[in-house]
């Protein structure tokens, strides 16, 4: 997960822009040679750094070039290769408080190898609470980076290497381990116990515009210039540490750390199995997006594209557990790590379902089917017959609620039609599967995702739209080069689809809350223009706290004609767009608040 920079003096902007400033200005120092055994061309004294280039299809770096500027743009490239400076942690206020997770977290820390890392220069705690006015049970956990790290202090020769996936090291930026999963190739002879310097595997392109690795997994490196994989790894070494496993451990057992980092050119703590149901790790601009919807107790709230449950539940703790918040997902799976999360925290007032967000609002016709709503506190089934009434809404049998306030299920039936006596050539192929790989997810955990038909037009006083998007504003981030100008396009009008889904389902008088994690003006500006031309009821509403910037204003004309309408000025300052180049150091991240008004 990406992590956000801390805000922690009384005055917030100058306190981030100095920090930023720090930050951004500190570069890599130029490490000297390897060996002395080993001929190098000038370049080779950068190559042991980290000093990524993010690549990206040149008419998308065209695209967000005429967007940003060159500059703006060349600075946001270069933010997304490096992490945030700090972690955001969302203290759940059901269970403890701010004050109380700070203190374990600081006994956690000093108890640790991080801790002596992770002190201030000034000597301070690295661990303090968000002064942003009503973000109190919000912590912040500095990090530090990027250091500077000597790979070949104390040894005659080069060092040996560890060659990760790309996916690996974004993790291992974020302060995770190097797992043996996420190693595709180490120098010949590693033994259990050797120093070695961990590299990253990028993807590189292909005679026919594809992109891959090059390489199969368990690949030896020579660790020479003659390595036909040598120049790839320049500027991007994450760290030095020591190996858990020999080489041959490393491709012969399926899970484990491979390599105990102990230097990393980011230094930030891990929160893997910390302090579980009591904190959650989340970039700021996502525990914003909870407060931009501003919940209410009581209020009845859908989460469109819920998991794996982080605003859900933010939301929910906003609410004080107090409400019906509609968490949904097209995937099962996730659907279950949304009830897991929300058992963990110990919310009550979530309420789960599988659902694809285009197919959102039911149709008329489905409105006497039987529903099924899988609530987290009891996962096992927990079903609500409802029937037509005698003016044609249908109401509740149990609470007697019509059916604005219901959505539209199926039952969620194992069993076989005709009692099982016809099993389709389908089915027989479907249980030989099981029989051959085992339980299946949902078997092993015991949960149940409830399939839902969707829910009646204007039946929840707020929804959340965080739509699935290209992601382009998470960071760290080493790869960019699959997306193309017309896929990020589709993005938006895939969007576009789904508002149209979400906006139906708002009660007059409700809000529509509308956010993506890039930073692609065809997901963001392009998506609100097209919402508040195509729906005269729409307006865009204030947002608290405002601690974004503003969005683009304007139009761009692509090469093949076509027109791509941003917002209109005067609108600028009603949404917030999250710069990762920018002094907050957060992800890239945007949100839009509608008002709904009188649907005619």
């Given at each position: ?139 912040f956990v500095n990090g530090s980076g990027p250091h500077r790290i000597e790979y070949d202090i104390g040894l005659e020769n080069p060092p040996k ?440």
């Open positions: 997960m990406s992590k956000a920079r801390v805000l922690l003096k009384p005055s917030l902007l100058t306190t981030c822009l100095t920090r930023a400033t720090t930050f951004f200005s500190s570069s890599v120092s130029q490490l000297r040679s390897i060996s002395q055994q080993i001929e190098m061309d000038p370049s080779d004294s950068e190559r042991y750094c980290y000093d990524p280039v993010l690549r990206w299809n040149p008419e998308v770096e065209d695209y967000f070039t005429k967007a940003y500027g060159p500059d703006h743009f060349a600075r946001i490239s270069k933010a997304l290769t490096r992490p945030s400076s700090y972690s955001c942690i969302r203290v759940n206020t059901v269970k403890t408080t701010s004050d109380a997770v700070i203190e374990k977290l600081t006994k956690l820390l000093n108890d640790s190898d991080e801790g002596l890392k992770l002190i201030q220069p000034d000597g301070s705690s690295p661990i303090t609470k968000c002064q942003i006015p009503g973000l109190d049970y919000v912590v290497e560890v060659l990760v996936s790309r996916k690996c090291a974004e993790a291992v930026l974020r302060g995770a381990q190097v797992y043996v999963p996420g190693v595709l190739a180490c120098t010949a002879h590693v033994e259990k116990g050797d120093a070695v310097a961990v590299c990253v595997a990028m993807e590189q392109p292909g005679d026919e515009g594809d992109w891959s690795v090059n390489m199969t997994r368990g690949t030896t490196l020579q660790g020479l210039p003659t390595d036909p994989y040598y120049r790839e790894r320049s500027g991007l070494y994450i760290g030095m540490g020591t190996t858990m496993l020999s080489r041959a451990g490393m491709f012969r057992v399926p899970h484990g750390i491979a390599v105990d980092l102990s230097n990393r050119v980011f230094r930030l703590p891990s929160f893997h199995n910390v302090l579980e149901g009591e904190i959650f790790l989340q970039n700021l601009p996502s525990i914003i997006v909870a407060h931009a919807l501003d919940p209410q107790r009581g209020e009845r709230i859908l989460d469109m594209c819920a998991a794996p449950g982080g605003k859900t539940t933010a939301i929910a703790i906003l609410m004080n557990d107090e409400g019906e918040i509609v968490a949904a997902d097209r995937s099962h799976n996730k659907v279950l790590d949304v009830q897991k999360l929300s058992a963990e925290m110990g919310l009550s007032c979530i309420t789960t379902c599988k659902l694809d967000a285009l197919k959102s609002v039911c149709l008329p016709k489905t409105l006497n089917d039987s529903t099924t709503l899988v609530n987290v506190e009891n996962s096992s089934s927990i079903s609500s017959h409802s029937e037509i009434s005698s003016n044609g809404e249908m109401a509740s049998v149990t609470s007697g609620r019509f059916e604005a306030d219901k959505p539209c299920e199926e039952n969620a039936s194992t069993e076989q039609p005709n009692g099982g006596d016809n099993v389709s050539q389908a089915d027989i192929r479907k249980n030989k599967g099981r029989l051959k790989n085992g339980r299946g997810r949902t078997q092993c955990q015991g949960g149940r995702a409830g399939k839902s038909q969707g829910f009646a037009p204007n039946s929840f006083d707020r929804v959340l739209l965080d739509a699935p998007c290209s992601a382009l504003g998470l960071r760290p981030r080493l790869f960019a080069g699959l997306e193309t100008v017309i896929s990020l396009r589709n993005h938006g009008w895939y969007q576009r689809k789904m508002f149209d889904q979400a906006v139906q389902l708002v009660r007059v008088g409700g809000i529509l809350v509308y956010s993506t994690c890039t930073i692609n003006p065809s997901e963001n500006e392009a998506v609100v223009r097209y919402a508040l031309d195509k729906y005269s009821f729409l307006s865009l509403a204030p947002q608290h706290p405002r601690i974004g910037g503003p969005g683009l204003v304007g139009r761009c004309e692509f090469p093949d004609g076509y027109i791509e309408e941003w917002l209109k000025p005067g609108e600028e300052e009603l949404v917030q767009k999250f710069d990762p180049s920018s002094e907050l150091d957060t992800i890239g991240f945007f949100i839009a608040k509608f008002s709904i008004g009188p649907k005619d």
